[in-house]
């Protein structure tokens, strides 16, 4: 069966039944979405603070590829197999966009019968969260152009906001727009754009804040330009706009609580793109479920080049969170296509082709065991093409790097099929063999710190920046050095060529914009092509997407 016909077929348990039983949480703290889904009280995690928290399990991937790798597949598996362990377990995920669901990703709640449910529900509206950020967002563009059509009485300049709109939807043809066309009634005529929600700095500052209080803050900290004569900043708040924004997200900061197919409890909450944005799930969601459960598993988006880098530079850095272990996610198919493999031939044996893409999972693997210091496991995520010998050859020189390779077939069999990588997450656990440390110094000048990140991680010699991007970093250096940087760039390779598959090493990061992100408090490098708007592709998934007469939805994945 396919994954929607699996997820169709699913027997799922009340939520509110569920969080009693499971989690031991009130039918009063629950907000309840229909009968599978339900936002838990801001009140009831304040009841949680004094409680110890339990141990954080990261899961990240390779560099992602067309063959797929099945991360969140993964997540989803490994915490189904340790609640079989006996292991009180939740999972935090961040929710799918509808962008890419529309477009070429699909939808994001794992797959086969490692899903989070109700799938349907989840990859399209979901709880709301997405619209309300989108809402937040596109209010303070419609008072920042209100503002210049009642006179302007902040001085703003015009030619200098720094303030898109947002949409969920993959549309390229709104990138670059021109705004109050037909005359002075419609406002002042300006050069503007769309990004793609996951990209908005609400979305991350939603999923960076502890609190309402935080919440509303940090929403008055956006940078929204500059005055003309002084070209002092200007910040929403002195639109006074944080307020409405903070009251259209009043029920979008709240944590979701939905199941997986076995009926364990996950929070998806929160959805910045990890090549675009940082690629966590919300602070939030994941402390509270530190305090509920004695093991936590959470991913981080794309390859830990992006996904798993921003997760501990910007999210651990600003939550005091830290990782107790990770899973590196590879499949042979992936390691393949990295090795020069043509899409249409992965499936035949080739362990030659998976020799040379080895790279990839080495440059990670490494990535994460001596740049961040952190116990690593590689779990193989099993396609039935997988031959024996490119099994036995995968496993062989992972132990030659000092880790294991367990193979996972969650993907066919649930929870079972991932509890070997379970007991390796345990042992892991339990020799504590955390070395755990941030890539770089929080002071370290802007500059250097997108170096380190380009030079540790991507592997390049150097990185470069024209003019422009030269004065904004030593523009925003006087007063953004001790913030975070968020790097934006291809999620394909860790150079910012998407042609360039293993680990190419020597290239050059070239910085095309640098943007702030005062009230997120990280600096944004955007660097070669990356889109913050992504297109549709030639066939776009929505195309095979439709509804019957009786309301079953197909074509979904």
Known sequence: MSDLEIAQRAILKPIIKLAEERLGIGEDHLDAYG???????????????????????LVTAISPTPAGEGKTTTTVGLGDALNRLDRKTMICLREPALGPCFGVKGGAAGGGYAQVMPMEDINLHFTGDFHAVSAAHNLLAAMIDNHFYQGNALDLELRKIHWKRVMDMNDRALRDIMVAMGGMPNGYPRQDGFDIIAASEVMAILCLSNSVRELRERLGNILVGCTRSEKAPIFARDLNAHGAMAALLKDAIRPNLVQTLENNPVFIHGGPFANIAHGCNTVIATRTALKLADLVVTEAGFGADLGAEKFIDIKCRKAGLQPDAVVLVATVRALKFHGGVAVQELTRENPT???SGFVNLER?????K???GLPTVV???????????????????VAALGAKAIVCKHWAEGGQGAEELGHEVLRMLAEDLNEFRFLYDEHAPLWDKIKTVATRIYGAAD??????ARQQLAQLSEEYSHFPVCIAKTQSSFSADPELKGAPSGHILPIREVRPAHGAEFVVAVCGNIMTMP???????????????????????
């Open 353 to 355: 082709a998976l020799e």
């Open 35 to 57: 009968r599978f889904k339900a936002k838990l009280s801001l009140e009831y995690i304040e009841t949680l603070k004094e409680r110890p928290s339990g141990k954080l399990i």
């Open 463 to 468: 990185i470069t920046a024209d003019i422009k």
């Open 370 to 372: 001596h740049q961040f």
């Open 364 to 368: 990670h693997l490494n990535n994460l």
């Open 535 to 557: 297109g549709l592709p030639k066939v776009a998934a929505a195309e095979r997407i439709t509804i019957d007469d009786q309301g079953i939805i197909s074509g979904l994945f």
């Open 379 to 397: 779990a193989i995520n099993h396609f039935t093409s997988d031959s024996a010998a490119e099994i036995d050859l995968l496993k062989q020189k």
